[in-house]
């Protein structure tokens, strides 16, 4: 068995507020809420037609404020008031206290999901197909503006001999979601069948979670200065501020002076300059003979290892190694 929980009183306290706004002692708690069901029940039967979705109540020590929501003001005041003041002096001769009666205009009744369950249950009892009643309002809440809308009805549908429950839903209802705007309407078709009770949900969209804005506090002004410290802080200049004013204050700084360039010392002589070290140099294998000539020429080159000790070539043929002769098998 599923444990159905009311969504109004589910956001109660949270994202909706309560329809009676009073309070009174353990003692006066009881009549006063028996009284406050009388009135709703009285109300809700004399304006059947108006299109009431909601009764408020706000009491005090000497008076009674009653606020209607209605689709239809018009039927509630009447002509030139008349149904008003009327509606006034019974609910004093009830309570026996002053009664104040403010109306609010419901503009949108299409989004109220009491006056949807009382259309379907007025569909009913006029012998409408139920399929068809719910589809119609299921259709009218959607155009409306609504982000989702459900109905239920539950009773001796069509006819038949036994109760049963069917329901309809476009786009979506989150009944477990705190911050949805979800309300819910519940009434009941006096059909020659019997009772159907009428269920409506209608979703809107999300209370509005994000807290207002908090106005700056005024900054105190500093008693010594007397100027204030929004005003200071503005003009305090920051770092970089204080080094650019600081560069453009600044005198021009002399001309250093240019340096003394030291004398260069000549470069000595050709013929003082000490004899470069000849290079070692490598050469082929076939190298030149070393000559040596007795009147003291240049110094010959050094030479790499070579084969012979002398350049003359070897004219002594190479000896063959003679191959082996292969066995043949």
Avoid: C
């Amino acid at each position: 068995m599923g444990h159905k929980v009311h969504p109004n009183g589910f956001r109660l306290g949270v994202y909706r507020n309560w329809e009676a706004k009073w309070f009174a002692p353990d003692k006066e708690f009881k009549p006063l809420l028996l009284e406050d069901v009388r009135l709703r029940r009285m109300l809700m039967t004399r304006l059947k037609n108006a299109g009431v979705a909601r009764i408020e109540t706000e009491r005090s020590s000497s008076a009674l404020t009653i606020t209607l929501h209605t689709a239809k003001p018009g039927i509630v005041i009447g002509k030139g008031g008349t149904s008003v003041d009327q509606l006034r002096d019974e609910l004093e001769r009830i309570t026996g206290k002053r009664v104040r009666v403010t109306i609010q205009e419901i503009k949108k009744p299409e989004l109220s999901a009491q006056l949807v369950a009382e259309n379907v249950a007025a569909q009913l009892e006029k012998r409408i197909a139920f399929r068809r009643a719910i589809k119609q309002s299921l259709m009218k809440t959607m155009r409306a503006g609504a982000q989702g809308v459900k109905i239920r009805v539950k009773g001796r549908l069509g006819g038949s001999e036994m109760a049963r429950i069917e329901w309809n839903r476009e786009g979506r209802v989150p009944l477990h979601t705190l911050k949805a705007d979800i309300d819910f309407g519940q009434t009941e078709a006096k059909t020659t069948f019997g009772r159907i009770g009428v269920s409506a949900w209608v979703y809107t969209g999300n209370f509005p979670t994000e807290a207002p804005p908090k106005p700056q506090a005024a900054a105190e002004e500093p008693a010594e200065t007397g100027v204030p410290v929004g005003a200071a802080l503005a003009e305090a200049p920051t770092p970089l501020a204080e080094l650019v004013q600081a560069t453009v204050a600044a005198p021009p700084a002399p001309a250093a002076p240019e340096p003394v360039t030291a004398p260069v010392a000549t470069a000595p002589a050709a013929s003082e300059a000490p004899a470069a070290k000849p290079k070692r140099t490598r050469t082929t294998k076939a190298a030149t003979p070393a000559a040596t000539p007795a009147d003291g020429g240049e110094k010959p080159k050094r030479t790499t290892r070579a084969r012979a000790t002398t350049g003359e070539k070897t004219t002594t043929p190479k000896t063959t190694r003679p191959r082996a002769a292969k066995k043949k098998e």
